[in-house]
């Protein structure tokens, strides 16, 4: 059989057969007698170069189907079209702010770095407790500010970087909170009660002069407001107290195990045992309740984290919807922690624990002593009381 012999043409003027050309992606549209187009073809058009990108046209020599393509191309861009990932930024920002937070160890014992507030003894640090609680509201604004700084750089020097940053941004956010409203608040609103004394012009006697040494009452006017030195007062004692209980209770549960915390309460509240406090009641208590807390932020941080983890479409739901996820987010928390309660209820049960702590032995796991460290933070805190003692006769 012979083979097939593909043909050619006979004569280099034969015509060739005329390229394909590929499909538009638009389609013209009739336009009306007067040469304009309606708006609503003009976004027939635009939706239509949106929902399938232009082909790629086949080399052509007229530019006319080329041209109108990349001009809807160009229209096209000025499509809205929903940005990903931007759905239900609020709720999940929230839920991610929550877990966020509690993921850091807030009232939790850090061992490492090691500093020297870990080797004080907890009796020690108790009592400087006591005494940062109480010197803010006996001594003047001078002594008061520098508790603050004191313990912020005792922070810093102490708490790891993602720990004091955190904490110490809040605290200040609260104390700052409590500065300004009480400020303003406190004597800010002049009075509206007018005196029946008439004026000394109308009397026939001459005013009061002003004062020579430049003292005023009033600091600062915010519109209807004032911050006189009443409210400054008010403001820097609860500002300042508030501060310093938050953040020495944060430095003193950082660094100090709860037996040790137990061990030294327990060392103060023995000679009231005589009188029929219940003294080991309270300390089963307060061990209990120490070694809680790490389960409740875990639990606030997991389901947050659950939450998030699942991708919820934020912006298909209803407000309701939202409100009602948020509801069973608590309520899924409090289950976790009630059970987790049961759990160790039942564990001490096993264990023998029939209700009555005086019957049992707690033991602390750890022995207190007395060191140089000791000795030098019992002396810097006398140094600190005298110096509060006669902070008003120096100033």
């Known amino acids: 059989m012979a083979a097939a012999v593909p043909l050619r043409p ?22 009306k007698p ?18 399938s990108p232009p082909a790629p046209a086949a080399p052509s020599s007229s530019g006319g189907d080329n041209a109108a393509a990349s001009a809807a191309a160009r229209w096209a861009k000025w499509i809205p079209r929903p940005a990903a990932g931007r759905a239900g930024a609020g709720p999940e920002q929230v839920l991610r702010l929550i877990s966020g937070a509690a993921a850091t160890p807030v009232c939790q014992f850090v061992d490492k770095p090691r500093t020297f507030l870990h080797s004080v003894d907890p009796r020690v640090k108790l009592v400087w407790l006591l005494a940062l609680v109480v010197l803010p509201a ?37 104390s700052g909170f409590i500065f300004i409203m009480l400020g303003f608040g406190t004597d800010g609103a002049p009075s509206l009660v007018q005196t029946r004394t008439p ?41 300042s107290l508030s501060f310093a209980i938050f953040q020495s209770a944060s430095l003193c549960l950082t660094t100090t195990t709860p037996e040790q915390l137990a061990s030294a309460l327990w060392w103060f509240m023995i000679p009231l045992k005589h009188i029929g406090v219940p003294v080991p009641e309270i300390i089963l208590t307060l061990l209990l309740s120490l070694r809680f807390i790490n389960l409740v932020f875990d639990e606030v941080r997991n389901s947050a984290l659950a939450i998030v ?28 922690i009630f059970d987790h309660a049961e759990q160790i ?19 602390f796991l750890t022995e207190s002593s007395f060191s140089f460290a000791d000795l030098f933070s019992l002396l810097c805190l006398f140094g600190l009381m005298g110096l509060a003692s006669y902070s008003d006769r120096l100033i």
């Open 10 to 31: 006979l004569h280099w003027l034969a015509l060739r057969p005329p390229p394909a050309k590929a499909a538009p992606s638009w389609l013209p549209l009739p336009a």
């Open 34 to 51: 007067g040469g304009a187009r309606r708006r609503g073809s003009r976004l027939a058009l635009l939706v239509c170069s949106a929902a």
């Open 138 to 174: 006996r001594s003047n604004i001078y002594m008061r500010f520098g508790l603050v700084v004191f313990l912020a750089v005792l922070s810093v020097w102490v708490l790891p970087n993602h720990v004091w940053k955190d904490q110490l941004g809040r605290v200040a956010l609260l």
């Open 199 to 239: 004026p000394p012009s109308v009397l026939g006697i001459p005013s009061i002069p002003c004062s020579t040494s430049g003292y005023s009452y009033t600091i600062m006017k915010l519109g209807p407001l004032q911050f006189t030195r009443k409210g400054l007062s008010v403001a820097s004692t609860s500002a």
């Open 309 to 336: 983890a699942r991708r919820i479409n934020w912006k298909k739901l209803t407000a309701m919807e939202t409100i009602d996820i948020f509801f069973n987010y608590i309520r899924r928390i409090f289950k976790n």
């Open 345 to 363: 209820s039942k564990a001490m049960i096993a264990r023998g624990f029939r209700g009555d702590p005086s019957n049992h032995k707690i033991y």
